[in-house]
């Protein structure tokens, strides 16, 4: 699926990056370094961490974009590294419960 689609069907808000990709699959964890082990390249990487990390993980494991849920704001350091390196963030109010249970019954 298409982030740009999956930002219009959820409502996401785009923090940094473009939607024009399309993801595969979806990891949804807190632990960078077992995020960096989990994600796979293409992966829509959910979480509630905002630090400059996640987007060198989300970088090393070419996910396709990082979803911060419960409307995380990114720490600016953060912001200007995934400007830098032109990884998509995206936001939304809702838990990384309810954003895995949305997405998995868009897949369906």
Same mark, same amino acid.
């Given at each position: 699926?298409?982030?740009?689609?999956?930002?219009?069907?959820?409502?996401?808000?785009?923090?940094?990056?473009?939607?024009?990709?399309?993801?595969?699959?979806?990891? !949804?964890?807190?632990?960078?370094? +077992?995020?960096?082990?989990?994600?796979?390249?293409?992966?829509?990487?959910?979480?509630?961490?905002?630090?400059?990390?996640?987007? !060198?993980?989300?970088?090393?494991?070419?996910?396709?974009?990082?979803?911060?849920?419960?409307?995380?704001?990114?720490?600016?350091? !953060?912001?200007?590294?995934? +400007?830098?390196?032109?990884?998509?963030?995206?936001?939304?109010?809702?838990?990384?419960?309810?954003?895995?249970?949305?997405?998995?019954?868009?897949?369906?």
């Amino acid at each position: 699926m298409k982030l740009s689609e999956l930002c219009e069907k959820l409502s996401l808000t785009v923090i940094a990056g473009d939607t024009d990709a399309s993801f595969d699959g979806v990891y !949804a964890g807190d632990l960078l370094s +077992r995020a960096m082990s989990h994600v796979e390249a293409e992966n829509l990487w959910i979480t509630i961490m905002s630090n400059i990390n996640v987007i !060198a993980v989300a970088s090393l494991t070419e996910a396709a974009a990082v979803l911060l849920a419960e409307d995380v704001e990114l720490v600016p350091e !953060a912001l200007e590294a995934a +400007r830098t390196k032109d990884i998509t963030v995206l936001s939304s109010p809702m838990t990384v419960y309810e954003l895995c249970v949305k997405i998995g019954e868009l897949s369906l």
